[in-house]
């Protein structure tokens, strides 16, 4: 009797506890409450149908993370032109054309119906005119054995015009929002560094200059789509390499996304062959929870838009203290979510151990060779 007296004294407390957890309670987001503050990161699936949209099993993946209470969905890199595909991932999904609405608004009703909220993720460009592109090319980019070319200013004006559109079809799809790709050192988010953009153009030089095609493509899509509708970046808090981006230029370019039509900034960083990636330091002993935390936190104190934290991140009552200590106001995650799509229904019902996914990145090696999106512990 006793006993039973006690444990449902603990679970009253787990629930009084969960209650006031701000990271599960609900959060107003430009316009948009979600309900709570746990958000899914952009995670390719490699699963698209062969015209690129949503396929029956990518749809699954999707309906299992709202029905397992996400707050906010953010979709894979969605690129706004097929032909600018990166051949390693061409089961991306793009959305280039007006017929593909009606798919792409399948996914958006079927999120919406279990209450969470969707933002689509524009994907970086590769290729451009059936050529290899960067902003500039650099030594180490000829030793990579791809014939790279440098993009002219009127590629790049067409390059706007197509997040331009591809935005506009993502609200007439039903997408909340839409987040620019400008993190991991992928071609756009190349742009924003002085260490890999030394163009002479507009979009070279000064820190205005850096973020101009950010900019740019932001002041586009809210010219198609309205003012209203709420436009994220996802960025680097730095490039982590000897004469990279700093987190005080991240600083002064977040500064600029955010008086010019930005709405949120999900905080990444790194890149393929530095010292620390998106997933994280390479060295497994530099690696901690919540490996940008600091950097995120720079970044929220100095703008008044809202920080989405990603990177790392396995233990809620870690996140609590994150939003507590006013360093982020939302919490992302990829891999766990790959590995326990209902983890938030799991900490919601009160079982608030951390996420056992051990970030041995056998999720990336699945997409890398060709198949579908898989955490191989759970195989
Ligand atoms: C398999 C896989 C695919 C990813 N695809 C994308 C993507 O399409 N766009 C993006 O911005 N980030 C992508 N990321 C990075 C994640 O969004 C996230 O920034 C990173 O994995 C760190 O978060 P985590 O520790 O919670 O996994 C991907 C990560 C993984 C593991």
């Given at each position: 009797m006793v006993k039973e007296i006690c444990s449902a004294f603990t679970l009253i407390q787990k629930i009084g506890e969960e209650t006031l957890m701000k990271l599960l309670s609900s959060f107003e987001l430009c316009g948009m409450t979600l309900k709570n503050r746990v958000v899914r990161s952009a995670?390719?699936?490699?699963?698209?149908?062969?015209?690129k949209m949503p396929s029956k099993e990518l749809l699954h993946l999707y309906e299992e993370l709202a029905k397992g209470d996400v707050g906010l969905i953010i979709t894979s890199g969605v690129r706004?032109?097929?032909?600018?595909?990166?051949p390693s991932h061409n089961r991306g999904m793009c959305l280039?054309?007006?017929?593909?609405i009606p798919v792409f608004a399948e996914l958006t009703e079927l999120v919406h119906k279990f209450g969470s909220k969707i933002v689509m993720q524009l994907g970086s460009f590769f290729v451009f005119n059936g050529d290899y592109v960067l902003p500039s090319v650099l030594p180490d980019d000829y030793a990579s054995g791809i014939s790279y070319r440098e993009l002219t200013t009127s590629e790049i004006k067409k390059i706007v015009s197509a997040y331009g559109a591809a935005g506009l079809r993502a609200s007439k799809a039903g997408f909340d929002a839409v987040q620019i790709h400008l993190a991991h050192g992928f071609p756009l988010s190349r742009f924003l560094s002085p260490f890999t953009n030394h163009r002479s153009d507009e979009y070279g030089g000064s820190i205005e200059n850096l973020a101009r095609i950010g900019v740019e493509i932001v002041a586009e899509i809210h010219q198609r789509v309205g003012s209203q509708f709420p436009i994220f970046i996802k960025m680097n808090v730095s490039d982590f390499c000897e004469g990279g981006m700093t987190i005080d230029d991240a600083v002064q370019l977040a500064k600029i996304f955010s008086l010019n039509g930005v709405s949120a900034i999900e905080t990444s960083g790194g890149a393929i062959?530095?010292?620390?990636s998106w997933l994280g330091p390479v060295d497994p002993s530099q690696w901690r929870e919540g490996y940008f935390k600091d950097y995120a936190a720079a970044i929220k104190s100095q703008v008044d838009i809202p920080v989405i934290l990603v990177g790392g991140l396995r233990d809620p009552e870690m996140m609590e203290e994150i939003i507590l200590h006013n360093q982020s106001d939302l919490i992302a995650m990829s891999r766990p979510l790959i590995k326990e799509p209902c983890i938030v229904k799991r900490w919601i019902k009160g079982d608030l151990t951390s996420s056992d996914c051990t970030s041995c990145d056998s999720c990336s090696t699945t997409i890398m060779n060709e198949k579908n999106l898989q955490c191989i512990l759970e195989e």
């Amino acid at each position: 009797m006793v006993k039973e007296i006690c444990s449902a004294f603990t679970l009253i407390q787990k629930i009084g506890e969960e209650t006031l957890m701000k990271l599960l309670s609900s959060f107003e987001l430009c316009g948009m409450t979600l309900k709570n503050r746990v958000v899914r990161s952009a995670t390719m699936e490699n699963m698209a149908t062969s015209d690129k949209m949503p396929s029956k099993e990518l749809l699954h993946l999707y309906e299992e993370l709202a029905k397992g209470d996400v707050g906010l969905i953010i979709t894979s890199g969605v690129r706004p032109d097929r032909t600018w595909n990166n051949p390693s991932h061409n089961r991306g999904m793009c959305l280039d054309r007006d017929d593909q609405i009606p798919v792409f608004a399948e996914l958006t009703e079927l999120v919406h119906k279990f209450g969470s909220k969707i933002v689509m993720q524009l994907g970086s460009f590769f290729v451009f005119n059936g050529d290899y592109v960067l902003p500039s090319v650099l030594p180490d980019d000829y030793a990579s054995g791809i014939s790279y070319r440098e993009l002219t200013t009127s590629e790049i004006k067409k390059i706007v015009s197509a997040y331009g559109a591809a935005g506009l079809r993502a609200s007439k799809a039903g997408f909340d929002a839409v987040q620019i790709h400008l993190a991991h050192g992928f071609p756009l988010s190349r742009f924003l560094s002085p260490f890999t953009n030394h163009r002479s153009d507009e979009y070279g030089g000064s820190i205005e200059n850096l973020a101009r095609i950010g900019v740019e493509i932001v002041a586009e899509i809210h010219q198609r789509v309205g003012s209203q509708f709420p436009i994220f970046i996802k960025m680097n808090v730095s490039d982590f390499c000897e004469g990279g981006m700093t987190i005080d230029d991240a600083v002064q370019l977040a500064k600029i996304f955010s008086l010019n039509g930005v709405s949120a900034i999900e905080t990444s960083g790194g890149a393929i062959g530095r010292e620390v990636s998106w997933l994280g330091p390479v060295d497994p002993s530099q690696w901690r929870e919540g490996y940008f935390k600091d950097y995120a936190a720079a970044i929220k104190s100095q703008v008044d838009i809202p920080v989405i934290l990603v990177g790392g991140l396995r233990d809620p009552e870690m996140m609590e203290e994150i939003i507590l200590h006013n360093q982020s106001d939302l919490i992302a995650m990829s891999r766990p979510l790959i590995k326990e799509p209902c983890i938030v229904k799991r900490w919601i019902k009160g079982d608030l151990t951390s996420s056992d996914c051990t970030s041995c990145d056998s999720c990336s090696t699945t997409i890398m060779n060709e198949k579908n999106l898989q955490c191989i512990l759970e195989e």
